[in-house]
């Protein structure tokens, strides 16, 4: 592993922690008293705190704990939860710690990486500065070294990185223009010396792509505050702003960062798609349907596999590949069929919803006479973001005797759902697919999450409470890899353990590829 992979992970952890750190500090009702008496309080029907929001201050509590930040509760009732500071959790909130600006910076931040702004725009570099302060007032505290001053410091080189390889035409000429504080910055943490960029800022830019999926989602964390203290809030996941994009992510960064970052996972796949339609040719699929298209660069990326590589190439005019693009995103199919517009193969795109399959297949059949059961379906990163189907909370809690409990917390439009409910709820799912993959299977790439007492071990290895703080207060459902195939099997469905592929290791199982049916 290279040397700064690890400070990248810390960073990815960061850019969530750096928002919690100054919501926290600023909102004294919770710690005031916590941090005398080795308490962390979350009380949502007296006193103070009644305004706050159940469901995602217990996704705060996950993350908090994931950090060893606060431990187990050690006192549940119908009032709220009480949870013991660790010595960690003391160090971070006592009275000399400084955790303002961030909020801002990231306001500054998005429009920087939106192209409205420049490095040197003066309210970026203003809110730049004030958060800058906290970095500075933390290493003064715990040394540049600490972990939460990794964090403090990938917050604020998250967007600066992005900036410089994803919105910036010139590229990275503007880093070595910085003036002041930010030129201090990218000096005191090691990327520039001397005039020129050292080995840790060439690798830094050149993962820039890496902080594109957690950075996304600067626009779920700008509302941390208002979702945590709002009793009625119902999240902002479903909401859409006035040019009609999503108002939780940025979902062009989303997909840069997550395309950039998926090349591993997707070589592999690579196996799998070969495999099937090197078969003969009367048992091979009509094509390929891809749900969650994105831009369609893996949709396209598989047209060409199978036209280069495979058996099925040779017999195109007689056996022609169909491909369809499905998204929930009228702007991702805009960019599925921009990205085949030089290709004689084009897709069929559609609008779908991952949540409403016998819609899709109704909506397919429909307009195209084709059935999406004739199909190989495939999907990356895209179960864990269904829509939660709120009649799983009426039904029987013990409708399936689950062996695994995920340890993970989950909202849903600004409601609690409990563990088992987010399962039944996996199971289900499943199970309105399963009609329509049972025939060539789906081959599918997830990401899940691992047991919260593994993280903090795990720090600096994965990046697992940034996915944490991202996917949970943004209604998202991501689980454990055991739970995860307990669930595929009570709906019904096999797996082939031929292509089953885990990542990174046997021991933290954060995403898995598999071929289900």
Same mark, same amino acid.
């Given at each position: 592993?290279?040397?700064?992979?690890?400070?990248?992970?810390?960073?990815?952890?960061?850019?969530?922690?750096?928002?919690?750190?100054?919501?926290?500090?600023?909102?004294?009702?919770?710690?005031?008293?916590?941090?005398?008496?080795?308490?962390?309080?979350?009380?949502?029907?007296?006193?103070?705190?009644?305004?706050?929001?159940?469901?995602?201050?217990?996704?705060?509590?996950?993350?908090?704990?994931?950090?060893?930040?606060?431990?187990?509760?050690?006192?549940?009732?119908?009032?709220?939860?009480?949870?013991?500071?660790?010595?960690?959790?003391?160090?971070?909130?006592?009275?000399?710690?400084?955790?303002?600006?961030?909020?801002?910076?990231?306001?500054?931040?998005?429009?920087?990486?939106?192209?409205?702004?420049?490095?040197?725009?003066?309210?970026?570099?203003?809110?730049?500065?004030?958060?800058?302060?906290?970095?500075?007032?933390?290493?003064?505290?715990?040394?540049?070294?600490?972990?939460?001053?990794?964090?403090?410091?990938?917050?604020?080189?998250?967007?600066?990185?992005?900036?410089?390889?994803?919105?910036?035409?010139?590229?990275?000429?503007?880093?070595?223009?910085?003036?002041?504080?930010?030129?201090?910055?990218?000096?005191?943490?090691?990327?520039?010396?001397?005039?020129?960029?050292?080995?840790?800022?060439?690798?830094?830019?050149? &993962?820039?792509?890496?902080?594109?999926?957690?950075?996304?989602?600067?626009?779920?964390?700008?509302?941390?505050?208002?979702?945590?203290?709002?009793?009625?809030?119902?999240?902002?996941?479903?909401?859409?702003?006035?040019?009609?994009?999503?108002?939780?992510?940025?979902?062009?960064?989303?997909?840069?960062?997550?395309?950039?970052?998926?090349?591993?996972?997707?070589?592999?796949?690579?196996?799998?798609?070969?495999?099937?339609?090197?078969?003969?040719?009367? &048992?091979?699929?009509?094509?390929?349907?891809?749900?969650?298209?994105?831009?369609?660069?893996?949709?396209?990326?598989?047209?060409?596999?199978?036209?280069?590589?495979?058996?099925?190439?040779?017999?195109?005019?007689?056996?022609?590949?169909?491909?369809?693009?499905?998204?929930?995103?009228?702007?991702?199919?805009?960019?599925?069929?921009?990205?085949?517009?030089?290709?004689?193969?084009?897709?069929?795109?559609?609008?779908?919803?991952?949540?409403?399959?016998?819609?899709?297949?109704?909506?397919?059949?429909?307009?195209?006479?084709?059935?999406?059961?004739?199909?190989?379906?495939?999907?990356?990163?895209?179960?864990?973001?269904?829509?939660?189907?709120?009649?799983?909370?009426?039904?029987?809690?013990?409708?399936?005797?689950?062996?695994?409990?995920?340890?993970?917390?989950?909202?849903?439009?600004?409601?609690?759902?409990?563990?088992?409910?987010?399962?039944?709820?996996?199971?289900?799912?499943?199970?309105?697919?399963?009609?329509?993959?049972?025939?060539?299977?789906?081959?599918?790439?997830?990401?899940?999450?691992?047991?919260?007492?593994?993280?903090?071990?795990?720090?600096? &290895?994965?990046?697992?409470?940034?996915?944490?703080?991202?996917?949970?207060?943004?209604?998202?459902?991501?689980?454990?890899?055991?739970?995860?195939?307990?669930?595929?099997?009570?709906?019904?469905?096999?797996?082939?353990?031929?292509?089953? &592929?885990?990542?990174?290791?046997?021991?933290?199982?954060?995403?898995?590829?598999?071929?289900?049916?």
């Amino acid at each position: 592993m290279n040397k700064y992979l690890k400070d990248i992970f810390i960073h990815l952890d960061g850019i969530a922690m750096a928002p919690i750190y100054e919501f926290l500090s600023n909102n004294n009702n919770i710690l005031s008293k916590g941090i005398r008496n080795g308490v962390f309080r979350l009380e949502y029907r007296d006193g103070k705190n009644h305004n706050l929001n159940r469901a995602y201050c217990s996704v705060l509590s996950k993350i908090l704990q994931a950090q060893n930040i606060i431990a187990q509760p050690s006192l549940t009732d119908n009032y709220g939860k009480y949870y013991r500071l660790t010595d960690c959790g003391k160090d971070i909130f006592n009275n000399n710690s400084n955790y303002s600006g961030f909020k801002d910076y990231y306001i500054s931040s998005i429009s920087l990486i939106e192209g409205k702004a420049t490095l040197n725009n003066s309210n970026f570099v203003k809110n730049f500065k004030t958060a800058y302060l906290a970095y500075l007032n933390s290493i003064d505290k715990n040394g540049i070294e600490s972990l939460i001053s990794k964090h403090l410091e990938g917050s604020l080189i998250g967007p600066i990185l992005i900036y410089c390889e994803y919105t910036d035409s010139n590229k990275n000429n503007e880093i070595y223009s910085l003036e002041n504080d930010l030129q201090d910055f990218i000096i005191k943490n090691g990327m520039i010396e001397n005039g020129g960029l050292t080995e840790k800022g060439k690798y830094l830019l050149s &993962k820039s792509y890496a902080y594109g999926v957690t950075d996304s989602y600067m626009k779920t964390f700008i509302h941390l505050e208002t979702l945590c203290t709002d009793s009625q809030s119902n999240g902002i996941s479903n909401k859409i702003d006035k040019n009609k994009n999503e108002y939780h992510v940025d979902r062009s960064l989303n997909v840069w960062g997550s395309g950039n970052s998926h090349t591993t996972y997707f070589k592999h796949i690579d196996k799998y798609v070969i495999d099937i339609f090197n078969k003969p040719l009367e &048992k091979q699929p009509k094509g390929i349907a891809d749900m969650g298209c994105g831009d369609g660069a893996f949709l396209y990326h598989l047209n060409e596999l199978i036209k280069s590589k495979t058996l099925r190439g040779k017999y195109l005019d007689s056996h022609p590949l169909l491909l369809i693009g499905a998204d929930f995103n009228q702007a991702a199919l805009d960019s599925t069929q921009a990205m085949f517009s030089n290709n004689n193969n084009k897709p069929i795109t559609v609008l779908a919803d991952i949540s409403k399959p016998d819609i899709y297949a109704k909506e397919i059949f429909s307009n195209h006479s084709l059935n999406i059961s004739d199909f190989l379906n495939v999907r990356s990163f895209l179960d864990h973001n269904r829509r939660f189907d709120s009649a799983v909370k009426s039904s029987d809690s013990n409708k399936y005797a689950f062996k695994n409990i995920t340890t993970n917390c989950f909202s849903w439009k600004g409601d609690l759902i409990k563990a088992q409910d987010t399962q039944i709820d996996l199971v289900e799912h499943f199970k309105k697919w399963k009609k329509y993959i049972s025939k060539y299977g789906l081959l599918v790439l997830e990401l899940h999450s691992i047991d919260i007492d593994d993280i903090y071990p795990n720090i600096g &290895k994965i990046p697992m409470t940034a996915y944490l703080a991202t996917h949970g207060f943004s209604d998202q459902f991501i689980v454990e890899y055991e739970v995860y195939k307990e669930c595929l099997l009570l709906a019904g469905l096999n797996i082939d353990a031929r292509y089953e &592929k885990i990542f990174p290791n046997q021991e933290t199982k954060m995403i898995s590829i598999n071929l289900i049916s």
